[in-house]
Every structure is written in structure tokens, then in C-alpha cells.
């Protein structure tokens, strides 16, 4: 394509663009299982609006231009601390659970630097299951990553940990919970190593940070992860998954100023004069901090404490319909409404053509055993049904047939 000689009218332009997403998965529908993390047409409203009232700003150099948006952002981290035990936790928001993790494996890589200069070939330890963005952020950093293998129950396993750790060891990763499974590594096991080596503790809660402090307030018994534990050091948390913010939207949290100011860009001899960030990113777009600020105070605890309740009523009943499907099982002991199911009498890969069929889009892992994936959100409450009809007749039909599928994962497109 080339740039058009002459421009379009705004209308042909919109129009096109409708067009264009013809071929899109229904996310609104609650078709798909992850990517979208939707609560419903007034929730998206309330996005659609905060966000373009800051469309234009910019929070590179906050503080001076744009005020408002250094107090928006300081006031989001500060609620953000407090759900996760460290009320006064200095933080930052980022562009997405990636860029949170990589900003908190370059806490422990500068923490390393200051603290044990003799370290030259950092490495950090983390679990199999922990996600993909600690290998980018290893790669970028030269930092060797030792992955040790996840027990039969889907978590961590200590002591695989504990052994992995030597004289060049400057960190170690727990998820809470992590991506694949739901479930969430022991945490105070782990803070009981970084303790003994005075290692760095990073705790990935990308996707459970804004859903665990609420179904901990619900009764659920979640076990000690955040700040609370004395070890943990840095935190990823994802406002755009279950903050129910605009894509593009997440938060690291430190454990002290130090840490944070260890992280911060500093070039002080540019021709433009010194130049500060405190993240990965240069300019960074002021509406996703408006968005996500503007979830917060619309929702409160009160209704962060229903979606969960919804959520969690979703998950316990879609759980307890796969279970009664001969042979179906689900991975571990999830702790939220994120999970992985299989099947020992079929091919699940086969499942997640014959769905697709269907249009029920599930993740597809290739874990072992090879699992489907479900990310619940309050969109999926009244599909539930629905859905469990046609996971039984495509169950039944693949029990006939024999019939295997195509063996990938969701995450490779
Ligand atoms: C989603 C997720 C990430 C990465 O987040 P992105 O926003 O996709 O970069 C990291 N860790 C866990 C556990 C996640 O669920």
C-alpha cells in the first residue's frame, strides 16, 4: 500500500475501518478466552471517555506540562500499593505486563551492581512456568536465566530453586499466579531463599495483582505473595488484565525509593540537556493512566469485589461442567479464574478445532499434559451454559471418531 495522493473524509475513513475488522473474533460475546479482558458496554464507555480526554497528552516530563497526569499516576500506584500490602511502594506505570517485568529484572540486575560488583555473569532463577517476558528481559540485560522445573501440583518446586542457586545468582522469580495454570508458586518458601542469599525477589502478579486482594476479601484462602511478605521486592501487576484498563496499561511497584531510582534513565551530557525516565518508554501516553485512574474510582472496592464475585461464580460453574465430561480435568489447584484444562480420554488439540467449529476460541498450550486454556471475565457469566453443551457434544463426537487436532499453542501466531 501507499500513502493516498488525496486525502479521505473522516466518515469513508471510519468506515473503513469498521470493514476492516470484519473477520475479528466476538470478544464482546464472550467467545474468546483471553487477549480481551471486557466487563461490558458501559465499562468500555467509561474507557472510550477518559482516554480521549487525555488522547493528547503525554506523560514524558509529567510534572511540568501535564500535572494532572503525575498526580493521576501517583495516585493509582498509591491504591495499587495499598491492594498489595506495601501502601507506601513507590511505582511506576508501564506499557504492559512485559515492560514491568523487565523493569523489575533491571532492579534486581542494578541492585546486583551496587550491592556484589563481583558479580560479572548475573543469573536468575525462576520457575518453568513463569512467563516468557523474564527470558526477553534476559536477553536484553545479558542476564542467563536458570528455569527449574514446576512439581506435579503446577508450582514451583523449592528446592529445584534452592539447588539452583550459586555465586552469580542475583535474583528469583514467583508468579502469583502464573499464566498457564492459574496456580500460584509458594511465595514465602521462596522469600525464605532470597533471605538466606539476600537475593532479589521479583513476584509476577501480572495477572493476579488486581484480581487476588479481592477474592482474598472474598473468603478464597489466598496465601501471602505481595509486599506483606518482608522479601518480595518488586511487583508487576497488570492494570489492562483484571484492572479492567485500556490495552497497554501496567504497573511496577518497588519496595523502596532506592530500588525505583536504580531503574530511572539518567543522561545528563545530551545536547538537549539532561534527560530523565523512569520506565522503558520516552513519551508514554497519558490516556492509558486516565483510562485505567478512572476504572478505579468508578468501580471502588465495592465493585471490584462483585466483578470477582462474578468471576468466581463463572469459573466454579464452568469448572464443575468440564469435570463431569468423562476423562476432563483441570490442571492444579487454580487460584483465581484463570486455569488449564485436559482430558485423558481425548486429544484436546482435537477439542479446540471442533470449538473453534463452534466459534468458542480456547487457548491451546502445549503443557504436559497439552491443555486448554480459559481467562474468565464478567463477560463470560452468561455464556457458561452454552458453552458446556456444545464441550460435551464435541467431547462425544471426538470420543467416537478418534480424531486428533493440530498440535500448537495459542502463543506462536
Ligand atoms: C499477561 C502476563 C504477563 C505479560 O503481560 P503482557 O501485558 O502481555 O506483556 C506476564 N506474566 C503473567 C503471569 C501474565 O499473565
Known amino acids: ?46 474507557l472510550q471517555e477518559a482516554y480521549s480526554l487525555f488522547m493528547a497528552t503525554n506523560g514524558l516530563g509529567a510534572g511540568r506540562i501535564f500535572k494532572s497526569l503525575s498526580t493521576l499516576e501517583g495516585e493509582l500506584v498509591s491504591m495499587s500499593a495499598d491492594l498489595l500490602g506495601g501502601p507506601d511502594c513507590p511505582g511506576n506505570v508501564t506499557s504492559g505486563g512485559s515492560e514491568s517485568i523487565i523493569l523489575g529484572v533491571r532492579a534486581a540486575q542494578e541492585r546486583a551492581r551496587a550491592e556484589r560488583p563481583r558479580v560479572t555473569r548475573p543469573e536468575v532463577v525462576l520457575p518453568a512456568s513463569a512467563h516468557p517476558a523474564f527470558d526477553k528481559a534476559a536477553h536484553i540485560f545479558g542476564i542467563r536465566n536458570v528455569r527449574t522445573p514446576i ?7 523449592v528446592q529445584a530453586m534452592a539447588d539452583a542457586v550459586n555465586e552469580n545468582t542475583i535474583g528469583l522469580v514467583a508468579s502469583a499466579p502464573n499464566y498457564p495454570f492459574g496456580t500460584i508458586d509458594p511465595v514465602t518458601a521462596i522469600a525464605e531463599i532470597a533471605r538466606r542469599h539476600a537475593l532479589h525477589l521479583h513476584v509476577d502478579a501480572c495477572v493476579g495483582g488486581f484480581a487476588l486482594p479481592f477474592l482474598r476479601k472474598l473468603g478464597q484462602p489466598i496465601p501471602p505473595f505481595d509486599f506483606g511478605v518482608p522479601e518480595v521486592s518488586t511487583i508487576s501487576a497488570d492494570l489492562h488484565k483484571y484492572g479492567f484498563a485500556a490495552r ?36 508514554r501516553p497519558g490516556g492509558m493512566i486516565a483510562a485505567a485512574w478512572a476504572v478505579f474510582q468508578h ?69 504436559t499434559p497439552p491443555s486448554l486454556h480459559v481467562v474468565l471475565t464478567p463477560i463470560h457469566a452468561p455464556v457458561v451454559d452454552g458453552f458446556l453443551r456444545d464441550l460435551r457434544e464435541v467431547a462425544e463426537s471426538i470420543a467416537r471418531s478418534g480424531r486428533s487436532g493440530e498440535r500448537r499453542s495459542s502463543y506462536a501466531t
Open 248 to 283: 497497554g496499561t501496567s504497573l511496577i511497584l518497588y519496595r523502596d525509593q532506592t530500588l525505583q531510582r536504580r531503574v530511572g534513565f539518567k543522561l545528563d551530557d545530551w545536547s538537549g540537556g539532561p534527560y530523565r525516565t523512569p520506565t522503558m518508554a520516552g513519551s
Open 299 to 367: 468501580y471502588g472496592e465495592a465493585g471490584f469485589l462483585e466483578l470477582n464475585r462474578t468471576m468466581l461464580d463463572t469459573s466454579q460453574r464452568l469448572r464443575r461442567g468440564i469435570e463431569a465430561i468423562p476423562g476432563f480435568h483441570v490442571l492444579g489447584d487454580p487460584a483465581m479464574y484463570v486455569w488449564g484444562f485436559a482430558s485423558d480420554a481425548i486429544d484436546v488439540m482435537a477439542v479446540a478445532d471442533a470449538m473453534a467449529e463452534r466459534r468458542w476460541y480456547l487457548g491451546r498450550q502445549l503443557t
Open 1 to 46: 500500500m501507499k500513502l493516498p495522493t488525496e486525502g479521505k473524509t473522516r466518515a469513508d475513513v471510519m468506515a473503513s475501518l469498521e470493514r476492516s475488522m470484519a473477520g475479528d473474533l466476538a470478544w464482546d460475546e464472550g467467545r474468546t478466552f483471553s487477549l480481551v479482558y471486557g466487563v461490558g458496554a458501559e465499562h468500555l464507555r467509561l
Open 151 to 157: 512439581t506435579k501440583d503446577y508450582v514451583a518446586d
